[in-house]
């Protein structure tokens, strides 16, 4: 990064100045970001000589692919309450997607007298934009308002729609390739950012792995959007095979994110309009309180599922990716 820097300072703001150059630049990719100011991503390396791909680039939002279907204006829905408050205490129909117990007292607030079903993220000072510890343990969908609703953007149901609040750093790790922590800490439940990448079909996605296999590559950057997938849905979009969201060749700051056995970060799927169900949000929360600069990491297998017998079978494990996380309960491999 720091011959980046050195380019980009010395050759970018020429008159001169080749635009190409200027769009291929990582640091002037981030510094396009709209969370630039407030929460900047950084990129270090003390470990190495190695700087970041060139011919990887950075994206704030997800691209979606033309062959990828996107619903028509006339399908989207928001919620009509009238400002934010009815999104908090009214019955605002994006937060009544949320799955509730009607029976479980838990799930409903009791606020002045009216009960009221309970937003994703709590509301009140300090843990306000904090996701509820029972999202945090059932890793249930989130329903946020979005862009065709009528509440404002300080709606309370918005935090992943709002955007990244952290500042995040990229840096070189002794064994891992690049990882990813944040300069300050991080709160249990606190949005971190989202996954994004280029969003592509099924076909195009399994087109790109076998040109990885026989490339013998094994870095996989590839995220199925299932969250919704039923082959008994009555919606094709959903009974089809998942799109994909692809942060190889261009993504943002979480695409460096390493796996741990012990993570501190989980991917929820967030939903706004419900017509885009099928290419929902991969947003990172926090699991756990995370100091300033450890590393955030999120198991890439959900707790190493399928791996338990491959993991002690010689014949497979030598085709399996060694873990390195470190962690006290290592599984060994990663897949
Ligand atoms: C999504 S990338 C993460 C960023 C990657 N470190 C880089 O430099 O681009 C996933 C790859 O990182 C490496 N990796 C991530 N977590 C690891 C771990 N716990 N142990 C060993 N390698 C890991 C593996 O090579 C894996 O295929």
Known sequence: ?????????????????DPHDKNN???????????????????????????????????????IHDDVPVPEASFRAGCNCDDDKQCMYGGCQCVGEMI?????????????????????????????EVLRSEFLLSRDPIYECHEGCSCSMDCPNRVVQRGRTVPLQIFRTLDRGWGVRCPLPIRKGQFVDCYVGEVITSEEANRRREIA????KKEVYMFALDKYSDPESLDPLLRAEP?????????????????????????FAR??????????????????????????????????????????DPSKTKYMTKCLCGSANCRGFIW
């Open 1 to 17: 990064m720091q011959a980046a820097q050195r380019e980009h300072f010395h050759n970018h703001g020429r008159p001169d100045a």
């Open 271 to 312: 939903v706004g309009d419900l017509a885009d169900r099928h290419i929902h949000d991969l947003a990172f929360f926090a699991i756990k309180d995370i100091p300033q600069n450890e590393e955030l990491t999120f198991d890439y297998t959900n707790k190493g599922y399928g791996l338990e017998e491959d993991r002690h």
């Open 213 to 216: 296999t026989m490339a013998k």
């Open 100 to 128: 509730h117990d009607e029976n479980d007292e838990e799930d409903i607030e009791q606020t002045s007298g009216r009960r009221r079903r309970r937003l994703a993220y709590h509301t009140r000072a300090a843990k306000a």
């Open 25 to 63: 630049c990582h640091w002037c990719q981030i510094r396009a970001f709209r969370t630039h100011h407030d929460s900047p991503i950084s990129i270090v390396n003390k470990e190495t000589n190695d700087a970041l791909n060139p011919k990887f680039r950075f994206i704030e939002r997800s691209i």
């Open 243 to 267: 799109m994909e969201v692809d942060g190889e060749f261009m993504s943002g700051p979480t695409r460096f994110i390493n796996h741990s056995c012990e993570p501190n970060l989980a991917i």
